[in-house]
């Protein structure tokens, strides 16, 4: 193999493996009560003790094809709709902006 293939596969890998980092990351967050806590009100695949305030987190990227959209909505639903139970997990400092988007990538899995 020469040697821009081998870089190539090695990068491919390392892609490959910090997008499954970023997956586990984002599933403990979201199946954690210390600071998601996504179970408590939504049934994910995987879950338990699931709750069913929210509608079930499943084939979140046909649904929300726009990253940025759900994004926005994990970080302040109330801006889209005031009466909602969902905390505004951004707005409030309850997630970061990279704890947000770790979830995304874990919840574009379900």
Known sequence: MHAPAVLAAALLSAAMAAG????????ALS????????L???A?????QMGNIGPPLADI???????EVLFRRIWDETA???????????????LTATDIN???DFLYTR
């Not at 889209?80 to 309850?94: D, K, Q």
């Open 20 to 27: 499954a980092a970023d997956v586990a990351a984002g599933r």
């Open 61 to 67: 990227a046909a649904r929300f094809p726009d990253r």
């Open 31 to 38: 199946f954690g009560s210390d600071k998601g806590n996504c």
């Open 102 to 104: 770790l979830i995304i």
């Open 40 to 42: 408590a009100c939504h």
């Open 44 to 48: 994910i695949a995987g879950g338990q």
């Open 80 to 94: 889209y709709n005031p009466a909602t139970l969902m905390p505004p997990f951004g707005r409030h400092g309850i």
